[in-house]
């Protein structure tokens, strides 16, 4: 397992780690040892949760061991006092790691990252009874009702006791050894099941002496939960994976609705409570429920409801808003305050469990309406003081009652306490002296508003490049459809019919262009629903329609509004992926529903994604109104202070990253590609784009023509197999350890990535420290500049090799340059097994290319012999005419024919250059291992190798060779890819050049430094000298 040296702690990593991967591990390390907060947002697909755990871990390793056995037995075991003493000696000094993530499927994905390290600290899985409970009875309740019952259950005194409560010391006396092992709430229940510890307790007794806990949010950012964790807060590291929305999490957990239907069911509980206690009393003289009590709690909730209703609202787009501490003047008049809240909550509790009682008698299972009340005065009256009532905005808003519930046609009356100010939840862990609150997602951006939000302080920030190269993406701005009119969401022009037909006839060409799976995601349900409606509908004579224009290309599935038939629709979706007799399907979604939130869709489940608009929130929405004046009227507080969040920057934030968020949906790990399209002119804006993830914005192109779209795109979906091939696999909750050790099918030199431009402060210092990490140098440690993004893939082992036989477009510019070589037309890609061909062989000859001396640099060009046709759709369905465009090359020279006829369908023709195949080469594992062998001798004079001057070709290969030996194996993909860079003008020239001398530096590489010369071109030859002259210092 490769060893990293990172600010001086050792990182076991289970693979060769990627630049970035190590840049990102370097980021949480120095979070650690600073003992301050983090921002770090890396693409999906890059390793982000493996590099946490294994950063985290690593650090936590090095101030002392893993708890083990022992320590558990120690805490187990009373009569021992040396081993207690010795166990809290040892732990008192030692941080806890709290790893928590949005829901329980996502942290189960962590565990199995975990597993795939080498690191085994004592671990714990934390859930609720709903969850681990096993007991027959208890498992089937729900709520207050079921905490109530367990309670019961396993108090000593009782003559019915929990078995399983009751054998939770014994076996864990007997097993000091669980949690060694990575294990799962599955595993728990699993463990109680078959030896009867209750896996509940069993979890709350692990947890004390756990060197990582693994939980849901809600055990950090709710108050409730978190005052159940017994543990030593002083320098605890807090993660929060998948933190994209904790903001909005955050501010929702302190916030309320209390709309009439639900306030008018608990009313309708509390009338039950009483009749159920009174004839309790009546029939078995049980005297525990008092029935007035539950008369009080129902007259004050008869009390609230009239007062709700009294409210004065004078329009129901405004409805009433007062600030926050009002809701204590409003509660003040039902006599509720903090000396007697608290006893309405008891009488609450004690009314939840008698209706559960009541419905387990009736074998009826219900929902406890009267416990949201519970949750309400606690959220109210979480503080001796209101001063976090300054942070709420109080607000009624009237609108008419749906028939769900119970009261159709009658006006329905929501009173909502909304919190502002999301760093509530968050703002006590400063206090319990938390060492590091370490926040991490694949789509944080825009970051300046998530930090400002949650009022934290956060010195160490990341937007890390992803691990894939520029070939595998393709990024643009669709300003314009295919007969010029503007793409524009915004409310003044996406309810003009023309907009939504430019839209459907533009949805219609990449259904057609994009392979396999389509998403397409719209601002709102309202447009999904006007645009859909209009293109079913909308035909003329001898016509189809728009709609069935698009299932003639992919069968379409539409995200539906109820979550309980969404399971369905994902189910249709990979159906028709998996059916070989269509040609793909399109999954037309929303921004923020849930296939943008959580979903994978890698590979041929996700080819392209399509954005059509801004994702606005309704700015007539009150909570979105109110948000905005509340930040506005911070911002005037504290301007003098600080850069604050206007409203106006979070509405615009928070559409963004609704945006990031759907398009991250595609490329999902190191080998797939796809497309991202933008179809509304404003992502044009340099501010737009300033707010999409930083690894996407370097390959966003805005197109002026609808017909430049259509080419690029459809000469890189051509291309497509140039990048690894992969298999359909089914959509599933989002994986992010994604960086698994697949054997690569071939080296990286056969699938060369050009270079992603490096930024214009990156330098070969930051690149070297890189380099010095994955030599094991313990000195050498991740620059702060990030690197440009490189695809070192893991070193060769000795093993089969399988080709993916895929048209390179990266090849192709070799290929252009290569005599004699034929044009084959497009295939789709085949798997060939390769044996007994040299590997080093075919790469020598294919990196002299590169490095050929620039004397030796003329080629013929290669003529395209087969030209594919292509077609762009355009439908005028408010226009007779037909046009005929031709469109030939890059050039796109457009030559408007005569209309045909008053048919509403036109056509567009494309010729797109098709370029050659690559050969086919074999090669067995002996000449791979004999390769890597080669690779590895890096200590050879350059005397054992002649260089024939007559011949500059093999003057080129020579010098190659001589570069194999003196570089490591990643040092030479390093400088490969500089040469492709250098070739294809994606890094300025002396970006490269500088790099190259780092790379150079040395005095056993001084002969390269001197050779490389020859081949650079002799303007050059002055620049080249000035960064030997500043580099003589290494030499």
């Excluded at 355009?874 to 469109?887: C, L, Q």
């Excluded at 010098?959 to 400088?975: D, G, H, P, R, S």
Aim: glycine share 6%; charged share 25%; with cysteine.
């Amino acid at each position: 397992m490769p060893a990293y040296n990172i600010r001086g702690i050792n990182v076991d990593f289970p693979f060769e780690a990627y630049d970035c991967q190590l840049v990102y591990m370097e980021k949480v390390i120095q979070s650690l040892q600073e003992r301050c907060n983090a921002l770090l947002e890396s693409p999906t697909g890059t390793g982000k949760t493996l590099c946490l755990l294994c950063a985290t871990l690593a650090w936590r390793k090095s101030l002392g061991g893993f708890s083990t056995g022992t320590s558990v037995r120690s805490s187990q075991n009373e009569g021992s006092e040396s081993d207690v003493s010795l166990s809290q000696s040892v732990r008192s000094n030692l941080p806890t790691i709290i790893y928590t993530s949005r829901t329980h499927s996502q942290i189960r994905q962590v565990i199995q990252e975990l597993k795939r390290t080498s690191y085994r600290p004592k671990m714990v899985v934390l859930g609720s009874r709903e969850q681990l409970c096993i007991h027959d009875e208890v498992s089937l309740l729900r709520g207050k009702a079921q905490t109530n019952a367990c309670h019961l259950l396993c108090r000593k005194r009782e003559k019915r006791n929990c078995v399983h409560y009751s054998r939770v010391a014994d076996y864990m006396k007997k097993n000091p050894h669980l949690g060694d092992e990575p294990i799962d709430i599955e595993d728990l229940v699993n463990v109680g099941r078959r030896f009867g510890p209750c896996p509940y307790y069993v979890s709350r007794e692990l947890h004390k002496t756990a060197d990582i806990l693994f939980a849901p949010y809600n055990y950090l950012i709710d108050r409730g939960y978190r005052k159940f964790l017994s543990l030593d807060w002083n320098n605890s590291i807090l993660i929060f994976d998948e933190a994209h929305n904790l903001e909005s999490l955050c501010a929702d957990a302190a916030s309320f609705d209390l709309p009439s239907w639900l306030l008018n069911a608990c009313i309708s509980e509390a009338k039950n409570c009483i009749e159920l206690s009174t004839a309790r009393r009546e029939e078995a003289n049980d005297k525990s429920r008092n029935p007035d009590s539950f008369a009080i709690l129902r007259a004050l909730l008869l009390k609230l409801e009239k007062q709700i209703a009294e409210v004065p609202i004078q329009t129901k787009e405004l409805g009433f808003t007062r600030p926050g501490p009002y809701i204590y003047e409003l509660l003040a008049d039902l006599n509720i305050t903090h000396e007697t809240a608290s006893k309405l909550i008891n009488i609450i509790d004690d009314a939840a469990v008698l209706l559960e009682e009541d419905s387990q008698h009736k074998a009826a299972r219900t929902v406890c309406r009267l416990e949201s009340i519970r949750d309400i005065l606690n959220i109210i009256f979480r503080d001796k003081g209101n001063a976090h009532a300054n942070f709420y905005r109080v607000h009624v808003q009237e609108v008419e009652a749906s028939a769900a519930d119970g009261l159709k046609g009658k006006v329905s009356r929501t009173l909502s306490w909304w919190c502002f100010n999301p760093g509530i939840a968050l703002e006590a862990f400063p206090r319990l002296g938390v060492g590091s609150v370490i926040l991490t997602s694949g789509t944080l951006s825009p970051m300046a508003s998530f930090a400002q939000e949650l009022k934290l302080e956060f010195p160490v920030r990341l937007e890390n490049p992803h691990v894939i190269n520029p070939s595998q993406i393709w990024a643009g701005v669709v300003p314009t459809g295919p007969s010029g009119y503007s793409f524009n969401s915004s409310y003044r022009t996406r309810e003009c019919i023309e907009y939504k037909q430019e839209l459907g006839n533009a949805i219609v060409n990449f259904a057609r262009i994009v392979p396999d799976g389509l998403l397409v995601f719209f601002p709102s349900y309202y447009i999904l629903d006007q645009c859909i409606g209009c293109w079913k509908n909308m035909s003329h004579a001898n016509s189809t329609t728009i709609w069935e224009r698009i299932c003639k290309h992919k069968k379409p599935v539409v995200e539906p509004r109820q979550s309980s038939l969404f399971a369905t629709s994902i189910e249709d979706y990979m159906a028709t992926l998996k059916d070989t007799s269509a040609s793909g399907a399109v999954f037309f979604a929303v921004c923020r529903g849930k296939v943008s939130e959580g979903l994978d869709f890698a590979d041929h489940a996700g080819r392209a994604v399509i954005v059509t608009g801004m994702p606005f929130a309704t700015t007539t929405d009150p909570k979105v109104r109110l948000k905005r004046e509340y930040l506005d009227q911070e911002g005037r507080s504290q301007s003098k202070v600080c850069k604050v969040l206007t409203g106006e920057d979070w509405y615009n934030q928070q559409a963004l990253r609704a945006v990031n968020q759907a398009v991250g949906r595609v490329i999902r790990h190191r080998h797939d590609y796809g497309a991202i399209i933008f179809c509304d002119e404003r992502f044009a804006q340099p501010y737009r784009q300033s707010q999409i993830s930083l690894w996407i914005q370097p390959h966003v192109k805005c197109y002026s023509k609808f017909g430049d779209v259509v080419f690029t795109l459809t000469r890189f979906f051509r291309d497509g197999g140039a990048r690894v091939s992969t298999d359909l696999r089914p959509v599933q909750t989002e994986n992010r350890g994604e960086i698994e050790e697949t054997q690569l099918e071939q080296p990286l030199e056969k699938f060369l990535p050009q270079m992603t431009p490096m930024r214009q402060d990156s330098s070969v210092k930051a690149l070297s420290s890189i380099l010095d990490i994955k030599r094991g140098n313990a000195s050498g440690q991740v620059g702060e500049v990030l690197p440009a993004n490189r695809s070192s893939l893991t070193p060769f082992k000795n093993q089969s090799f399988v080709l993916k036989h895929l048209n390179d477009p990266i090849g192709n510019v070799k290929k252009l340059l290569m005599p004699g070589r034929k044009n084959m037309q497009y295939q789709d890609p085949e798997i060939i097994d390769l044996t007994g061909y040299s590997l080093l062989d075919e790469q020598l000859s294919k990196d002299e290319e590169l490095i050929a001396p620039c004397s030796a640099r003329k080629r013929k060009l290669l003529s395209t012999e087969n030209v594919a046709m292509q077609k762009i759709e355009v439908s005028h369905e408010h226009s007779s005419d037909r046009k005929t465009f031709e469109i030939n090359g890059p050039s796109f020279c457009i030559n408007p024919a005569k209309p045909e006829s008053s048919q509403t369908s036109g056509t567009i023709i494309a010729q797109n250059a098709q370029v050659g195949s690559p050969l086919l080469h074999k090669e067995d594992g002996t000449s791979q291992k004999r390769e890597v062998d080669f690779l590895r001798q890096k200590n050879k004079g350059f005397d054992s190798i002649p260089v024939l001057s007559g011949n500059e070709e093999t003057r080129g290969s020579n010098f190659l060779i001589q570069v194999k030996e003196k570089l490591t194996a990643e040092e030479y993909k390093n400088f490969v890819e500089f040469m492709k860079a250098l070739k294809s003008k994606t890094m300025k020239i002396s970006q490269v050049l500088q790099s190259i001398v780092g790379l150079f530096s040395g005095p056993e590489r001084l002969p390269l430094l001197k050779r490389f010369k020859d081949y650079i071109p002799a303007k050059y030859h002055s620049l080249y000298e000035q960064y030997l002259e500043t580099n003589d210092g290494t030499l």
